[in-house]
């Protein structure tokens, strides 16, 4: 197929360059007034779109009895392997018969490939939307299940960001 | 001269001194905001209200800096090349009039450090001065980069001062006079400079931003070819002074520009000298709302126009603004003496 080579043909004010220069400057002009895309951060936090995979949450049944089982198939599935589980008989009469004494994740060795969430059979954990958690040492980055079980809490309501946008205070569980 | 005049005339280099490195501080942080807002960002606005103490933090973080000296330097002429372009920098505002004179106790004061009758030449021989300490900065460095910069800087600020000078000749001839005052006068009684010869102001406009190194010609610093040009090797304190004359040359540029081609601090159909002092508030605001504006087209031009390259601005300022300068001397003359 034959290329069409388009060539610039300058007509006479345009040798002058002055209608291109000032043409220029109205466009840097405008821009000065329109909306910035600054996010002005720990006042307002960017929003993450429906299924980023964030910090991990462990959900609870209405009743407020952790949903997980520890059957540990996150653990096994998990490919960093930063989950470890410690089974135990469950404490209730009723439901599941057993629970997870001991449940962390090492946030530091996750890669947030959101497999755990897969691969549970019982919508156990989830990973939430949540992004800003830093900290200074590793150790206070293996969260556990208290801490899930918090961020859990936190989350169900809504997006955490859109409500800390709306100027509602949203403790997250790690943030300092 | 006696004590009333000596003592007026300190205050006012004092007030004129301040008043350059507040705008300067001023202008560092609209640089960088005005800078964001053009590329949909918001600028640094965290330190002090609306980041304006931003500049100041800068400057402290300059001060405690390590002050590094590279080994292969000539040391004296490395040491004294901030210095070079830093006075020459702040001296050249002296001879710009900011208002109309101030009566006080029946003293006149002219609001102009001092009136010397040749203020045009001492302007351009003082911003020649200071090209030596680009040039020494670039030299004494012993790294090719900055003497790389500190030639293009010399080449480069001699063929617009050329450009420049024909511009300002042009204003000269219509009001026949080297002062400012003269100048401003006659535009005052006339009309602004621009309107008569807006041929010699767009010259004046490119040959003063190629003066003061900004961009569009920024080649002497042009940080993608040379790393930092002629202040690569300067650190702390004295990096800091290369900045603040950039700045202030700025200052004195757009000061120039607006004395020479838009009345100075005439206000437009207002006689400031009728007024009493409210001429004078009047006639200081004028000449700083439009020293204001170029400040502004300094930065807005810097994030509008790419820079130059070598040749294109070597053929600019020969081929294209020489030629404009003498065509606007020709075609003043000819007015002139058709009129005459």
């Given at each position: 197929?034959?290329?069409?080579?388009?060539?610039?043909?300058?007509?006479?004010?345009?040798?002058?360059?002055?209608?291109?220069?000032?043409?220029?400057?109205?466009?840097?002009?405008?821009?000065?007034?329109?909306?910035?895309?600054?996010?002005?951060?720990?006042?307002?936090?960017?929003?993450?779109?429906?299924?980023?995979?964030?910090?991990?949450?462990?959900?609870?049944?209405?009743?407020?009895?952790?949903?997980?089982?520890?059957?540990?198939?996150?653990?096994?599935?998990?490919?960093?392997?930063?989950?470890?589980?410690?089974?135990?008989?469950?404490?209730?009469?009723?439901?599941?018969?057993?629970?997870?004494?001991?449940?962390?994740?090492?946030?530091?060795?996750?890669?947030?490939?959101?497999?755990?969430?897969?691969?549970?059979?019982?919508?156990?954990?989830?990973?939430?939307?949540?992004?800003?958690?830093?900290?200074?040492?590793?150790?206070?980055?293996?969260?556990?299940?208290?801490?899930?079980?918090?961020?859990?809490?936190?989350?169900?309501?809504?997006?955490?960001?859109?409500?800390?946008?709306?100027?509602?205070?949203?403790?997250?569980?790690?943030?300092? | 001269?006696?004590?009333?005049?000596?003592?007026?005339?300190?205050?006012?280099?004092?007030?004129?001194?301040?008043?350059?490195?507040?705008?300067?501080?001023?202008?560092?942080?609209?640089?960088?905001?005005?800078?964001?807002?053009?590329?949909?960002?918001?600028?640094?606005?965290?330190?002090?209200?609306?980041?304006?103490?931003?500049?100041?933090?800068?400057?402290?973080?300059?001060?405690?800096?390590?002050?590094?000296?590279?080994?292969?330097?000539?040391?004296?002429?490395?040491?004294?090349?901030?210095?070079?372009?830093?006075?020459?920098?702040?001296?050249?505002?002296?001879?710009?009039?900011?208002?109309?004179?101030?009566?006080?106790?029946?003293?006149?004061?002219?609001?102009?450090?001092?009136?010397?009758?040749?203020?045009?030449?001492?302007?351009?021989?003082?911003?020649?001065?200071?090209v030596?300490?680009?040039?020494?900065?670039?030299?004494?460095?012993?790294?090719?980069?900055?003497?790389?910069?500190?030639l293009r800087s010399s080449a480069q600020l001699i063929s617009y001062e050329?450009?420049?000078?024909?511009?300002?000749?042009?204003?000269?001839?219509?009001?026949?006079?080297?002062?400012?005052?003269?100048?401003?006068?006659?535009?005052?009684?006339?009309?602004?400079?621009?309107?008569?010869?807006?041929?010699?102001?767009?010259?004046?406009?490119?040959?003063?931003?190629a003066e003061?190194n900004?961009?569009?010609f920024?080649l002497t610093?042009?940080?993608?070819?040379?790393?930092?040009?002629?202040?690569?090797?300067?650190?702390?304190?004295?990096?800091?002074?290369?900045?603040?004359?950039?700045?202030?040359?700025?200052?004195?540029?757009?000061?120039?520009?607006?004395?020479?081609?838009?009345?100075?601090?005439?206000?437009?159909?207002?006689?400031?000298?009728?007024?009493?002092?409210?001429?004078?508030?009047?006639?200081?605001?004028?000449?700083?709302?439009?020293?204001?504006?170029?400040?502004?087209?300094?930065?807005?031009?810097?994030?509008?126009?790419?820079?130059?390259?070598y040749?294109?601005l070597m053929?600019?300022g020969?081929?294209?603004?020489?030629?404009?300068?003498?065509?606007?001397?020709?075609?003043?003359?000819?007015?002139?003496?058709?009129?005459?």
């Amino acid at each position: 197929m034959a290329t069409v080579l388009r060539t610039y043909e300058p007509r006479f004010w345009d040798r002058f360059y002055i209608p291109a220069l000032l043409q220029g400057l109205f466009i840097t002009l405008g821009r000065i007034f329109k909306r910035k895309d600054t996010i002005q951060y720990p006042e307002s936090k960017h929003v993450p779109p429906e299924g980023y995979r964030g910090l991990h949450r462990l959900n609870r049944h209405e009743d407020g009895r952790i949903k997980c089982v520890a059957c540990e198939m996150c653990a096994t599935a998990c490919p960093a392997q930063c989950i470890s589980i410690e089974s135990s008989p469950a404490p209730w009469e009723e439901g599941e018969e057993r629970y997870p004494v001991k449940f962390e994740i090492d946030l530091l060795r996750c890669i947030y490939c959101g497999f755990c969430e897969i691969a549970c059979p019982k919508d156990a954990i989830d990973l939430t939307e949540i992004y800003d958690f830093s900290d200074y040492t590793r150790d206070s980055l293996v969260i556990d299940e208290d801490g899930l079980l918090k961020v859990g809490d936190i989350t169900q309501t809504g997006n955490v960001y859109q409500r800390h946008n709306r100027g509602e205070k949203v403790e997250l569980p790690l943030a300092r | 001269m006696d004590t009333f005049d000596l003592l007026a005339t300190i205050i006012k280099v004092v007030i004129v001194f301040v008043t350059i490195l507040v705008t300067i501080i001023i202008l560092g942080l609209a640089e960088r905001r005005v800078s964001g807002f053009m590329q949909y960002r918001l600028g640094p606005n965290r330190v002090g209200p609306w980041g304006l103490l931003q500049t100041v933090a800068d400057g402290i973080k300059f001060l405690f800096k390590e002050d590094i000296i590279p080994d292969n330097v000539n040391r004296p002429i490395y040491l004294l090349a901030p210095v070079i372009t830093m006075i020459p920098a702040f001296m050249t505002f002296a001879v710009i009039p900011f208002g109309v004179p101030l009566e006080i106790a029946g003293h006149t004061v002219k609001l102009q450090v001092a009136d010397i009758n040749i203020g045009l030449l001492y302007i351009l021989a003082l911003t020649s001065v200071g090209v030596y300490g680009l040039v020494l900065a670039g030299w004494s460095a012993g790294s090719k980069y900055p003497l790389l910069g500190g030639l293009r800087s010399s080449a480069q600020l001699i063929s617009y001062e050329l450009a420049m000078g024909l511009a300002i000749v042009g204003v000269i001839m219509v009001s026949g006079g080297l002062t400012f005052n003269e100048i401003i006068t006659h535009q005052q009684a006339t009309s602004w400079n621009f309107w008569k010869q807006p041929l010699a102001a767009l010259v004046f406009l490119v040959a003063m931003f190629a003066e003061t190194n900004r961009l569009p010609f920024d080649l002497t610093e042009a940080e993608q070819e040379l790393v930092g040009g002629y202040h690569t090797e300067y650190s702390s304190f004295k990096f800091l002074m290369f900045y603040m004359s950039e700045y202030a040359n700025v200052i004195t540029a757009s000061g120039f520009m607006v004395c020479l081609f838009f009345g100075g601090w005439d206000m437009p159909f207002i006689d400031e000298k009728a007024l009493g002092h409210w001429g004078v508030v009047l006639s200081v605001l004028a000449f700083v709302s439009k020293v204001g504006f170029f400040l502004f087209l300094y930065i807005w031009v810097r994030w509008t126009f790419p820079r130059f390259r070598y040749d294109q601005l070597m053929r600019l300022g020969w081929k294209v603004l020489l030629p404009l300068g003498l065509v606007n001397i020709f075609a003043v003359g000819l007015w002139m003496a058709l009129r005459a």
